[in-house]
């Protein structure tokens, strides 16, 4: 029965070749994209943390519009 | 313009419901397997290798779906020099061109057993191939003209000529004789495919919709946090 399924009258090898085409493309993609991702998080919370350091030392400085927006979504991010 | 799609609150909002769609994408896409290969019945002619059609037709429909919004979208970019729309596109474009090729590689498949060859020069299917250079060029000017200060220009100017393609692609099986049958899901008439084939294909569609929503809201965080790296840089 299995193997009847898997055959589906001699057409199997152009089905499942179709469907394994789009999985393994998918998973590629997802995985690619998830990769980038996981890169520039990493790459924002190291220049983040350099900043904060900075921050410390610069601490009467005013603080641009730009800052507060990457400091808000730096906290958010990691809770 | 459009301040939700730039603000914090969107890159939060791409957070909290990715898994979420994501979970709702497997779930479908395995109710879809499930329909398409198993449950729907074998086509009177074609046999079981219609089964094909369940991933290659949501993949043609929503790469041509995404080029229409990037064609779109970009007229706007071009016009009222919108840099997020831009940021959008950039972000639409890698999944529209995995759709175009899944849909061009799946419908070589189907070619075989159906009409004997795995590709014929025919009007739909060398329209299609045309989108995918498109989709291929689209991509290929954001690495080229990266630290251009025209790539808004050029990349809008791509997808704008590409846009008149996706006309020629949906019309081809009327204006022209072609191997590639017409459509047989029709939205204004009546459509001539069986329930118990539409049913798979339109679960198909759903969780490859979800899919590329979910590689769209990925990409998107991705280039935002790279303009907040750059900002930070600034700093």
């Known amino acids: ?79 | 313009m459009f301040p939700f799609f730039q603000s914090d609150r969107f890159l939060f909002f791409c957070l909290k419901y990715q898994k979420l769609i994501f979970y709702f994408f497997v779930s479908l896409l395995v109710l879809g397997l499930w329909e398409g290969l198993i449950v729907s019945p074998e086509d009177y002619i074609q046999g079981n290798s219609v089964r094909i059609m369940y991933v290659h037709v949501p993949s043609a429909w929503i790469s041509l779906g995404i080029f229409s919004v990037i064609g779109t979208l970009s007229i706007f970019s071009f016009v009222f020099k919108i840099k997020n729309f831009l940021i959008i596109c950039k972000s639409l474009a890698p999944t529209g061109f995995v759709f175009n090729l899944i849909a061009l590689v799946t419908g070589a498949i189907w070619g075989k057993p159906t009409w004997g060859t795995w590709w014929a020069w025919d009007a739909r299917i060398t329209s299609m191939l045309i989108l995918f250079l498109f989709y291929f060029v689209y991509l290929l000017s954001f690495n080229l003209f990266k630290k251009n200060k025209n790539l808004n220009k050029i990349s809008s100017i791509i997808a704008i000529l590409g846009l008149i393609n996706i006309p020629i692609i949906k019309f081809s099986v009327e204006w022209w004789s072609t191997l590639h049958q017409p459509s047989s899901v029709k939205i204004l008439s009546e459509t001539s495919i069986h329930n118990s084939m539409l049913l798979p294909l339109l679960i198909m569609t759903a969780s490859f919709a979800l899919f590329s929503l979910l590689i769209f809201l990925m990409k998107y965080n991705t280039e935002l946090i790279k303009l907040r790296n750059k900002r930070l840089d600034r700093l």
Request: glycine content about 2%.
């Open chain 1, 1 to 79: 029965m299995i193997v009847n399924f898997l055959n589906m009258d001699g057409h199997g090898i152009f089905v499942w070749s179709a469907f394994i085409f789009t999985m393994v493309n998918f998973l590629t993609l997802y995985f690619i994209i998830s990769k980038n991702l996981k890169k520039e998080k990493i790459k924002f919370f190291s220049r983040y943390s350099i900043y904060k350091k900075d921050k410390d030392r610069t601490k009467n400085l005013p603080e641009s519009k730009e800052t507060v927006s990457a400091i808000k979504f730096a906290v958010k991010s990691k809770n």
